[in-house]
């Protein structure tokens, strides 16, 4: 009688990973090219209710909710809810964490991080935090001491994380910026273009300069292509042949690819498409951005002769007009910015931060 004798074979389960971002496109973005290139990993997302991430990422990851606020600057009673609320948060989590058997996080900051970095730590678990600012957050500040390494999309930051493991690995952009894309957008070849974006909440104050300077850049021979967002009252009182304007536009990418010069804000993922699509840029950098962390991040790139900052309290519509003309009307200068933007861009970025996370929770 033959014996057959069966032989199991083993396969390793996939590391579970726990991704934790939440709010908007510059903590969103970064987390998901990173987790695109985890693709043996299995992940699991952590969010907040009503926020981008429930429609970003719900269809490519489980997505888990938990109400958790900001922080606020001052001690009231405000504080006191901010901070029960904090600790049921990070209970949840930790309750996640184990029965999902996670084998560790990572987070690309905000206030999203702060339970996922004491849940993890206090179940052992390794923690990777991505900052993207040149001045971290309030939660990077506090916390990034706990995590097991910290990675920087910025040099400038590290000098403001004294205690955390730090390394600079730039911050991720989306695949479609790292590729050709045609541009469906009915603007001649040779014509100069200047785009114009405010980040994902527009920018008002910045759409009513720019329609004032427009006329002077349609003499000029220039076409504008105007991402005003969805909060301008004022967004179709400019009508001509050489204007483009509409709230949003999906392929961004294509757009910063044609354009010859950018107006924009100085959020770090603005930047960072800015970089790696080569882009010589005029920042005015958003006001009322926490620890103004967005003139930090303005100013690594003029330091680096990548772009011209103004600040929106002192530009008026005259030296908005009378920069752009001659910017448009130097094409070396434009090349010497772009070739500095370019400089900055840290290409492999998502890889980078996909290493760091395989060689933390595999050990």
Known sequence: ME???????????????????????GHLFPAIATAQQLKDFQIEWLGVPDRMETQLVSSLYPLHTIAVEGFQQRFGFGTVRILSGLVG?????????????????????????????????????????????????????????????????FEAAAQHLPRAKTVVAGTPVRSQFLASEPLNLPIP?????????????????????????????????????????????????????????????????GLLQRANLTISRSGASALTELAVTGMASLLIPFPYAADDHQNFNAEVFAKAGAALVFRQSELTADLLKSKVLYLLSDAEYLQKMSKAASQLAVIDSAERLAALVRELLRR
């Open 89 to 153: 948060s990070i209970l949840q989590v930790r309750k996640l964490l184990k029965q999902g058997n996670f084998q560790g996080v990572f987070t690309t900051g905000g206030y999203i991080a702060a339970p996922a970095i004491l849940a993890a730590r206090s179940l052992g678990l390794p923690v990777i935090l991505h900052e993207s600012n040149a001045i971290p957050g309030k939660v990077t500040r506090w916390f990034s001491p706990l995590c097991s390494k910290v990675a920087i999309g």
């Open 189 to 253: 070849n040779s014509v100069p273009v200047i785009l114009v974006m405010g980040g994902s909440q527009g920018a008002v104050v910045v759409n009513q300069l720019v329609r004032q300077c427009a006329p002077a850049w349609f003499d000029a021979g220039a076409w504008v292509v105007h991402l005003t967002g969805n909060n301008d009252p004022d967004a179709e009182s400019l009508k001509h042949a050489q204007y483009i304007s509409m709230p949003f536009y999906d392929n961004v990418a």
């Open 3 to 25: 014996l057959v004798t069966e032989t199991n074979t083993l396969t390793k389960a996939p590391i579970r990973l726990l991704i934790a971002a939440s709010g908007t496109g």
